[in-house]
């Protein structure tokens, strides 16, 4: 297992006026793992991806990536820096062909179009899309929907590629299927997983470690045994902790 940190959070908070969505969060993602970060509805993960994405600024604490201080930079930025992410409805651009998708993402990557179409061509390939290419996005089934957008992130090869709940919706081979493709992106391409996801089985199957959240606090870490026997993780899912 991999021990270089990759991503510091550091006592992150965000405030929305009165309201804490989150408070004084700490967690690192180390190099080279598959991180899951869960909680029940309403524990603050979505601000957490937002804020570690660029698209909400820290009310206070520390972003680091890579060593270098991230917190209040715009998504542009951090993606630029090997951050990308995806999101929980998608980002696909449904009147266009998976083929212009995945294209679109490597814009600001090469200077020439064959660089380009040779990245599209090589994303397809990995995540089992290259008979779809042509297909118009939107006409694709719901499963090869949320692939086509965890290949307009991938097509950037992200050194921390953060997905939000990308098994919603999908049937069980689908799910199979889906955690093959994150597997084989970590191993292949060296890339860093965060996932926050409300499939609880396949987060235990897939995660090398967890971080878990509850009303935007931390509450536990560890691996997924660890996780699946805290009572205090087992009493926030079920209502009981006070």
Do not use: W
């Not at 309201?19 to 509805?41: K, M, Q, T």
């Not at 899309?129 to 694709?140: D, R, V, Y």
């Not at 957008?149 to 992200?158: G, H, K, L, Q």
């Amino acid at each position: 297992m991999a021990t270089e940190v990759l991503l510091s959070v550091e006592g992150m908070s965000r405030h929305f006026g009165g309201l804490a969505a989150v408070s004084d969060l700490s967690f690192e993602v180390r190099r080279g793992e598959i991180l899951g970060l869960i909680g029940p509805n309403g524990a603050g993960k979505s601000t957490t991806f937002n804020v570690i994405s660029g698209f909400y600024k820290p009310t206070t604490g520390r972003l680091k990536f890579a060593g270098e201080d991230i917190g209040g930079r715009s998504p542009q930025q951090i993606s630029r820096k090997g951050l990308v992410r995806t999101f929980q409805h998608g980002s696909l651009l449904r009147e266009m062909t998976v083929y212009d998708n995945i294209r679109v993402a490597t814009v600001s990557l090469f200077r020439t179009g064959s660089e380009r179409d040779q990245r599209v061509v090589e994303t397809a390939q990995m995540l089992h899309l290259s008979e779809h290419l042509q297909e118009l996005a939107g006409n694709l089934p719901h499963g090869l929907q949320r692939m086509v957008s965890i290949a307009i992130a991938f097509a950037r090869r992200a050194r921390l590629l953060c997905l939000d709940e990308p098994l919603t919706g999908l049937n069980q081979s689908e799910v199979a299927h889906a955690l093959a493709t994150f597997r084989r992106i970590r191993d292949e391409f060296g890339c860093t997983i965060l996932l926050v996801e409300h499939n609880m089985k396949a987060v235990m199957e897939i995660c090398d470690r967890i971080v878990v959240l509850e009303h935007g606090e931390f509450l536990a870490e560890g691996k997924p045994a660890e996780i699946a026997q805290n009572e205090a993780v087992i009493s926030a899912y079920l209502g009981k902790r006070k």
